[in-house]
């Protein structure tokens, strides 16, 4: 009998709740449920009541994730500067450009203006 209990102890430290499993996965409640919803985190039903997650699958899902954000970074959902990071307005495209291509756009006036010289010369 004690040999039964400890498989079943044993085995309950494998399963966490919804709160464990948000944390593991680093999103919200809400999110991870929505994730339930869409059956992309596998799921356990304990005593037909109670929802649990295995350890083992949910940080399968997480290195799924990362190897994701690593393979493919253009095709995350989630970047965690957008609240930082603003866009540009005009004045600050213009300085930009000004920065990065003042020599071509001084020599091409400077090319210009010799040859309005040069034409007006002759």
Not at 69 to 92: I, K, N
Request: hydrophobic share 45%; glycine share 4%; with cysteine.
């Amino acid at each position: 009998m004690d040999n039964q209990w400890q498989d079943y102890l044993m085995e309950a430290e494998h399963y966490i709740n919804v709160h464990e499993a948000a944390e593991l996965l680093d999103v919200s409640e809400d999110d991870l449920w929505g994730l339930v919803h869409k059956h992309q985190v596998p799921t356990h039903q304990i005593a037909g009541a109670f929802l649990r997650f295995k350890k083992e699958d949910i940080e399968q899902v997480k290195i799924k994730w990362r190897i994701e954000r690593e393979l493919f970074p253009g095709r995350t959902r989630y970047f965690s500067h957008h609240s930082t990071v603003r866009r540009a307005g005009v004045f600050e495209k213009l300085a930009d450009y000004w920065y990065f291509n003042d020599f071509y756009i001084l020599c091409t006036l400077l090319v210009a203006v010799l040859l309005y010289f040069i034409v007006s010369s002759q």
